[in-house]
């Protein structure tokens, strides 16, 4: 005879689907790609330029030991050929091919290896990670290098009692330059502190993007969430000892860019959003503007000169004039510019050290590659920054419900790109090493995976739960 019951007939609970030991290996290899390419300079310092070529090397041909096979396989889905970041790709290619009229040959080879292996492992990244791993993988490389800088630090200051030479060496005899030192022993007398990375303006960088990083993965819940709070101060504390003028304003942008977005979430309609494009851009305009306009004042309070601490008149004119030597085409690729070639040894000097790039991306660009570079990149880093904010701004949708709630990681590839431009306008690391990574990384994802934890792979791991993709 039939019973009536209020509990529902169901299987046996059984235990969440776990991930594989290989994908777990596959994304410590990722960090470990990620920390070695954000924390160059901490190999260079460590094991000199030959040593670092190896280590970059080794990373390189493991990538694609891994990634071969995978392609083959279709694993874990297949590649999207066609979802290229074309335009990176393009700028690349350039890059290589510019060795037929190259001023600099032998750099031209050098740094085009260097500069393919940095896109190899950026298409490598964004197509074995979802969106979330890719951002707890950025997360885990980023607090490497923090806690890495505060041990360094304070194994300088309470141990060495002196500031640190590359390669753990010491120079108690006399005083060098302190562009020299890898570690100044700064950490208890206010000065400015450098970290694993040997120089405050990148370990400033890396805090801003860590802070970016944290704070997405704390909105959107993830576990452990008092850990990242307390990384997060670690971050903040390193962003304001390192003094960097550049960083300040990089994270000026990146928190207005943060406020846009958020605002044209909530927006109903679309005259709502046009009114916020419009307070935005003429808000920009307005503000770009008074910068400008008292950037004497302004440098001062943050202890810098108003040529920008000699960019204007002792690199960015000297570079000016040698890119009119060749203003189509450029001179041939060099990013970074290699020291020990005749054509930039001893070229610009600054502190009894050759500068070895423009800082300011564009002009770079502009020497290395001509106009038709200028062009390239221009599309590269524009494609990226439209895909990247309408990839914040807009909700997810792939079929008729239009209400799904927004992702705070969709957020992660516009602030980043904010900052890479804002940086480039002082600095040429977005064209090259993790900047170029970052740059082909998240273009590729965005075009071939426009959407957080849906198209990524047949089966998704996100917080302990298993998610069918929907077709």
């Known amino acids: 005879m039939a019973q009536y019951t209020r509990h529902p007939v169901a299987a046996r609970p059984t235990a969440p689907e776990r991930e594989s030991t290989?994908?777990?290996?596959?994304?410590?290899?990722?960090?470990?790609?990620?920390?070695?390419?954000?924390?160059?300079?901490?190999?260079?310092?460590?094991?000199?330029?030959?040593?670092?070529?190896?280590?970059?090397?080794?990373?390189?041909?493991?990538?694609?030991?891994?990634?071969?096979p995978m392609l083959a396989r279709n694993r874990p889905q297949p590649f999207r050929w066609r979802r290229l970041p074309w335009a990176a790709l393009g700028y690349t290619a350039l890059a290589l091919v510019s060795v037929a009229w190259s001023q600099w040959r032998g750099s031209t080879v050098l740094t085009g290896v260097l500069l393919a292996a940095i896109v190899v492992n950026g298409l490598f990244i964004a197509h074995v990670l979802t969106w979330h791993e890719i951002v707890r993988a950025l997360s885990s490389a980023f607090k490497w290098i923090l806690g890495l800088s505060l041990a360094l630090e304070l194994w300088v200051s309470l141990v060495v009692h002196g500031p640190l030479l590359p390669n753990f060496q010491t120079f108690p005899d006399g005083k060098l330059d302190p562009q020299w030192y890898w570690v100044r022993d700064n950490l208890f007398d206010g000065g400015r502190i450098q970290g694993i990375v040997g120089n405050a303006n990148l370990l400033a960088i890396v805090s801003l993007f860590a802070l970016i990083t944290f704070g997405v993965l704390f909105a959107a819940r993830s576990r452990w969430r008092t850990t990242l709070a307390l990384w997060s101060l670690l971050a903040l504390y390193f962003l304001?000892?390192?003094?960097?003028?550049?960083?300040?304003?990089?994270?000026?942008?990146?928190?207005?860019?943060?406020?846009?977005?958020?605002?044209?979430?909530?927006?109903?309609?679309?005259?709502?959003?046009?009114?916020?494009?419009?307070?935005?851009?003429?808000?920009?305009?307005?503000?770009?503007?008074?910068?400008?306009?008292?950037?004497?004042?302004?440098?001062?309070?943050?202890?810098?000169?108003?040529d920008l601490t000699g960019r204007s008149d002792l690199i960015w004119g000297a570079v000016l004039e040698r890119a009119a030597r060749h203003p189509l085409f450029g001179n041939g690729f060099s990013s970074p510019w290699v020291p020990s070639d005749p054509a930039f040894d001893g070229w610009i000097v600054d502190h009894g050290i050759?500068?070895?790039?423009?800082?300011?991306?564009?002009?770079?660009?502009?020497?290395?590659?001509?106009?038709?570079?200028?062009?390239?990149?221009?599309?590269?880093?524009?494609?990226?920054?439209?895909r990247s904010w309408f990839f914040a701004v807009d909700r997810p949708r792939w079929d008729l419900e239009a209400g799904r709630p927004f992702s705070p990681l969709t957020l992660l590839p516009s602030l980043f790109t904010v900052v890479l431009l804002v940086q480039g306008l002082s600095e040429s690391t977005p064209i090259m090493l993790w900047g170029w990574l970052l740059a082909v990384l998240l273009s590729f994802k965005l075009k071939s995976v426009p959407l957080v934890g849906m198209g990524e792979r047949e089966l998704l791991f996100e917080r302990g739960a298993r998610q069918r993709r929907v077709p």
């Not at 109903?268 to 494009?277: C, D, H, N």
């Not at 500068?355 to 221009?378: E, I, K, R």
């Open 354 to 386: 050759t500068v070895f790039h423009a800082h300011n991306m564009w002009l770079d660009v502009l020497l290395q590659l001509g106009a038709l570079g200028v062009v390239v990149m221009a599309v590269a880093y524009g494609s990226l920054l439209w």
């Open 22 to 68: 290989g994908h777990l290996l596959l994304r410590a290899y990722v960090i470990l790609v990620l920390f070695a390419t954000f924390a160059h300079s901490a190999v260079y310092n460590l094991l000199g330029m030959l040593g670092a070529g190896v280590v970059l090397a080794v990373l390189t041909l493991s990538t694609l030991a891994i990634g071969v």
């Open 240 to 306: 304001v000892r390192t003094a960097s003028a550049t960083a300040l304003v990089c994270a000026a942008a990146a928190a207005v860019t943060l406020l846009v977005a958020l605002l044209m979430r909530r927006a109903a309609t679309p005259g709502a959003r046009t009114r916020i494009y419009t307070v935005a851009i003429g808000g920009t305009i307005v503000a770009v503007l008074a910068v400008w306009a008292l950037r004497g004042p302004l440098l001062a309070l943050l202890g810098r000169d108003s």
